[in-house]
């Protein structure tokens, strides 16, 4: 059964191909066509701004089945917010919030048999870890201005290792929106994998 | 697939099987991944907003 897929030119990579829908080429070969990645994430932001005007207009005092998942959501990730971050961390909800939706959304419709996770392509997460990344600072420069450098020294150290301890928490401060985009693509494929080799031998 | 007097077929449930079970391993990891990505996202926020 399975090798007579193979035969057929079936790849274990199929579905994370991208499918350009609508050719859209506007400048030599600045590529911003449509594809099918762009159609789910489109999807996924439907469904979000659908979920949340259809059920939560009312705002009833005691909620409904959707009102409920929509509160539970909120609460979590308020909850999270301010554990890790405090008052000051709770101007930012708003952007957690969505980013959050954003992602189980995809992460999710990319689990119905054949359809296409945006989330397993390196460019989408990568993307926005990197764009997190440089949001934070952004933040930290226009807060503390150069002081923000002294990140990279922990008071209270000697100097006789500074240039070794520098130079660690350099690479540390710098893997850290690597290892937020490859653990999220990662994850992603790797499930989606190992979906389709399980099904292979069936 | 009917060679081995249908031993094939019938082993064949068992990576059904577990296709069902990762289906909802992966209904976790989905939830879990999106979490962690926040979360990671707000601790960095916060190390942004305070020096140590």
């Given at each position: 059964m399975s090798s007579d897929s193979f035969s057929k030119g079936f790849s274990y990579f199929d579905q994370f191909e991208i499918l350009r829908?609508?050719?859209v080429h506007p400048f030599g070969n600045f590529d911003i066509s449509i594809t099918?990645?762009?159609?789910?994430?489109?999807?996924?932001?439907g469904y979000f701004?659908?979920?949340f005007n259809s059920n939560?207009?009312?705002?009833?005092?005691?909620?409904?089945r959707?009102?409920?998942?929509?509160e539970i959501l909120y609460t979590t990730i308020y909850d999270m917010v301010k554990e890790n971050s405090g008052s000051e961390g709770l101007r930012y909800f708003p952007i957690m919030f969505t980013l959050f939706m954003f992602l189980i959304i995809m992460n999710l419709f990319g689990l119905i048999p054949y359809t296409f996770t945006p989330t397993s392509h390196g460019a989408v997460s990568f993307g926005l870890s990197i764009t997190i990344f440089i949001g934070c600072n952004i933040i930290a420069f226009s807060k503390h201005g150069l002081d923000?450098?002294?990140m990279f020294f922990p008071p209270g150290v000697h100097a006789g290792i500074a240039p070794f301890l520098v130079a660690v928490e350099l690479i540390s401060y710098f893997a850290k929106p690597v290892s937020l985009g490859l653990r999220?693509?990662?994850?992603?494929?790797?499930?989606?994998?190992l979906f389709?080799?399980?099904a292979s031998f069936i | 697939m009917v060679c081995a007097g249908g031993m094939v077929a019938v082993a064949g449930l068992f990576p059904l099987a577990i296709c069902f079970f990762i289906t909802v391993l992966e209904i976790g990891v989905a939830a879990i991944q999106a979490y962690v990505f926040c979360l990671l996202t707000i601790i960095y926020l916060n190390d942004s907003f305070h020096l140590h």
């Open positions: 829908l609508v050719e099918n990645s762009t159609v789910f994430m489109l999807l996924a932001l701004v659908f979920m939560s207009n009312d705002g009833a005092i005691i909620p409904g959707y009102q409920s998942v929509i923000y450098m002294s999220l693509a990662a994850n992603i494929t790797a499930g989606h994998l389709v080799i399980l | -």
